[in-house]
């Protein structure tokens, strides 16, 4: 299941990144960082605490 969700991720990356936005209007980029940088913060401070919790939980755990 996780290999599915890792190619998804890949999948739709590589489409997001073959269809850039070519975006004229600065003001309109202008009143979006502030909600964008905010977003970033966001999803920047969750994926640090799964990452935490994941490390505590099954960070003494041997590959076999």
């Keep these: 299941m996780t ?3 890792n190619l998804g991720s ?3 990356g590589l489409i ?3 269809m850039p936005v070519n975006m004229e209007d ?3 980029l202008m009143e979006t960082t ?3 940088a905010s977003v970033v913060e ?3 401070v969750v994926t640090i ?3 935490a919790i994941m490390l505590i939980l099954y960070g003494d755990s ?3």
């Design 3 to 5: 290999g599915l969700l």
């Design 10 to 12: 890949l999948l739709l």
């Design 16 to 18: 997001a990144w073959r």
């Design 26 to 28: 600065w003001s309109v």
């Design 34 to 36: 502030y909600a964008t």
């Design 42 to 44: 966001v999803l920047l």
């Design 49 to 51: 605490l799964l990452n």
């Design 62 to 64: 041997t590959a076999k």
